[in-house]
């Protein structure tokens, strides 16, 4: 009894670590493939091994094995698989949101009327597959829908660096309009510079402005256009230092606010305020001339709450943010 | 063939019927965009889904662009694609039952009981009609895809069907029918005499799609709909009206008149109602208001912001409520939205879901504003005269100057618009020359001169587009430019509610209502399917 029990938590430590490993091979393959997407990739090569395992071990003529023979057991390998995922980047929303996600599509599968494991396990990896590819299809959807909100002769502010932001302005750009960019520097980590440079790249007009410039530019911007690190359950959105700042801005300027993001970023959180954030530690940049006494708050990113949200253009279309919260509780009710 | 013909000139009559403007409102617009829709649907012969859902396509899109201020046409055609593509799904469905472990789950019945799990995990499927969401996004193409490689190998060629990735164009294929089934069905289509004795016919090959006759009954029943779409909208009025409060109003609305009618056979409350320049139709709207026996009060529309801190509720109708929530409405309720915002009071609008249009105000493809003659504002004796004294000026000028092509670009413009009124319209905007009030003259141009933007453009983010065509601009001073738009944009978080024939809906609601009643790869009826060709 002993020691089946050990076996099958050395079994499903070598399950997540397996998940961990896929996880970062999936980053490193691409730099264009996103948190969320990667733990996804990762977790359907987890039901993937355990399914091979399974044939495996029979031939080996072991009788009882870790490897899931029921569909109770591989949604709790897929469970620890995705706490092991989490574990390696625990503040990191959108990971975590990618992998409920994941798991929520899974486990409610038609698979669970399939009598044969085998056959309802190829299902399951057949629908991890086809989220990890919608997933990633999603930033080309979000640029074609939306590239018509950009109007030629306009004026786009960003902030920091979002791929799919990027993704748009290029799809835009490329159906020939003209328009020009203002990117803030980002500041500490200097994420808006990245997005000039990649901008300039493409020949899209770009302007760099400092992230204290916004609220001076804002008469000039036509539209701001931001990523988001997730979406809540309210429709508002977590993203990068300073994009509430930017928000509160556009409103005061009666400037449209308009967020693009991918539907696995939709995330299970309620936040009230900045407090409710979930806590992120991070190394302090600032100047060396600090008062000793002085304190530092320095948070990576900020709330912004929807009733500065015009529109979010996701992968399922183009939403008002009272629009995510029916999305989510379609899906998890 | 002779009645391919025939169909085409119908259209061809209606398209020409919609750009002179003998069919006004958004109704008759929406009625007739249906009776030709169920024509071709009736009298032509599609073997698929696909093919049909492409003829409606291209006959909405003429009709769409022959009048495209008037969204309700562009609405209809969805709503009829909409209903294709349902049926479509549905058939697909019904094809693939057979094989699947649980038919009495599946039956097609929409409304499901159960709260089991099992019954979610099917429920995916089986609302699938919703488009793309969070619910359902792997259930678009995998299943099918699924169905048919494992368990269901009833279709003979997959290649018939759309990419399974390709979650828009899951419908495509939609016009497998096989044999038994249509023998089935034989006698069901005697309604569309034309279609069965087709069928009769070409009895071997699935010459037209069978779900012709369902889709018939729905179209039928949609201008059912719109029939009696207004009096789904009355009769809410005494819903929304308390006894003894001030309601503002602006100019003429039939919808509106028939709300406050209706409320005020059970309640006794005030109208306070805005002429609304330059139509002035708020006077007519008056007279009907006190022949009800309602308290009324008419004050100019200037007096609106006055008035406002009286009023308990803004009641207007609407031209087209636009995918963000915000409306296009009669000129002028964007600046009673604004009043009514700044004294908190709610502005509600009546508006039927003909009008839903799924164009966002920034798409490029919305045209959503028209513009009048100046006749209402400026009058044409003033126009005519002020027309002559600036002829004596161009004549005056063009003997000083020598006559280079600058100088005679207006001569002979000017002359052909002398017959239409002294006025010349270009792409949309009037020209007036009024050299008697220069001093206005200059202040006005001062927005408008050089850019083809119109100065309207500040009313809202949009792009008035109207002026497509050159701009003319007079090179001599004085110039006074007299737009006289039709509509106003307002936007959503103007808008307190919607009353329309489905009951009340917010704003943050339209959302929802465009994808039960759209598809979503007919937003644009202009593009190819969705996701096919992005690019503009």
Partial sequence: MHVTEGFEANTQGTLNELAVREFHDALSRDEEVAFAVAAIMALTAVIKRSRQAAAGVRGCMLRRTADATTLMGVSKELEDAAQALQRVNPTNISLKAGCELFLRYTTRTSALELKDIETAKARLIERGLHFAETSTRARQTIAELGSRFIRSNCTVLTHGYSRVVLRLLQQAFSSGLQFSVIVTEGRPDGTGITMAKKLDAENIPVTLVLDSCVAYIMDRVDMVLTGADAVVENGGIINKLGTYGIALAAQAASKPFYVAAESYKFARLYPLGQADLPEERKPLDVGPMLPPRANVINPSRDYTPPQCISLLVTDLGVLTPAAVSDELIQLYL | ?536
Avoid at chain 2, 227 to 242: A, R, Y
Wanted: proline share 7%.
């Fill in chain 2, 1 to 536: 063939m002779s009645e391919k013909k025939e169909i085409d000139e119908i259209v061809e009559e209606c398209c020409t019927v919609f750009r002179r403007r003998q069919i006004e409102g958004s109704l008759p617009c929406a009625k007739k965009t249906l009776d030709i829709l169920r024509l071709i649907v009736t009298n032509k012969k599609h073997s698929t889904a696909g093919a049909l859902i492409d003829e409606i396509r291209n006959v909405g899109y003429r009709m769409q662009t022959a009048r495209p201020v008037e969204l309700a046409i562009g609405n209809m055609v969805r709503r009829v694609l909409h209903i294709v593509r349902e049926e479509a799904k549905q058939e697909e469905m019904e094809e693939a039952k057979p094989s699947f472990s649980q038919p009495s789950a599946s039956e097609g019945s929409r409304i499901q009981s159960g709260g089991g799990l099992l019954s979610q995990a099917l429920k995916g499927r089986l609302h699938l009609p919703r488009g793309p969401s969070l619910s359902n996004l792997l259930d678009v193409g995998i299943d099918q895809a699924i169905f048919t490689s494992q368990l269901a190998p009833i279709h003979e060629s997959p290649a018939d069907r759309p990419d399974p990735p390709q979650p828009s164009a899951s419908v495509g294929g939609g016009g497998f029918v096989p044999a038994a089934e249509r023998a089935d069905r034989g006698g069901a289509d005697e309604a569309e005499s034309l279609a069965s004795t087709r069928r009769q016919q070409g009895k071997k090959a699935p010459q037209n799609w069978k779900g012709k006759h369902e889709v018939i009954e729905s179209i039928n029943e949609l201008i059912d709909e719109l029939d009696h779409i207004q009096g789904s909208i009355t009769t809410q009025g005494v819903e929304h009206i308390h006894a003894n409060e001030v309601i503002l109003t602006m100019g003429m609305s039939d919808t509106t008149l028939l709300f406050l009618k209706e409320a005020a056979k059970k309640r006794e409350f005030q109208v306070v109602v805005a002429e609304g320049a330059p139509r002035f139709d708020g006077h007519l709207m008056a007279r009907k208001l006190a022949d009800a026996g309602i308290q009324t009060t008419l004050i100019a529309d200037s007096a609106v912001y006055a008035m406002m801190a009286r009023a308990n509720k803004v009641l207007v109708g609407a031209h087209a409520v636009l995918a963000n929530g915000g409306v296009v409405a009669p000129v002028g309720l964007h600046m009673v939205a604004l009043s009514a915002r700044r004294h908190s009071i709610p502005f509600v609008v009546l508006v039927g879901l003909h009008k839903l249009s799924p164009l966002f105000p920034t798409d490029p493809e919305l045209l959503y504003n028209e513009f009048k003659g100046p006749s209402d504002v400026i009058d044409f004796d003033v126009v005519g005269e002020a027309f002559a004294q600036q002829q004596q000026l161009h004549q005056a000028f063009a003997a000083a100057a020598p006559r280079d092509g600058d100088a005679a670009g207006p001569g002979p413009g000017s002359a052909t618009a002398a017959g239409g009124g002294g006025y010349t319209s270009a792409g949309g905007f009037i020209d007036v020359s009024l050299p008697s009030i220069s001093a206005a003259a200059t202040a006005a141009s001062g927005g408008g001169a050089g850019s083809s933007s119109p100065p309207l453009a500040a009313t809202g983010p949009l792009g008035l587009t109207a002026a497509g065509g050159a701009f003319r601009w007079d090179p001599l001073p004085g110039n006074v430019h007299v737009p006289t738009p039709l509509f106003d944009y307002v936007p959503p978080h103007l808008i307190s509610l919607f009353i329309t024939d489905m009951g009340g809906r917010t704003p943050s609601y339209v959302y929802r209502l465009l994808t039960e009643y759209y598809a979503r790869d007919d937003y644009f009826l202009s593009r190819e399917v969705f996701g096919k060709d992005g690019a503009r």
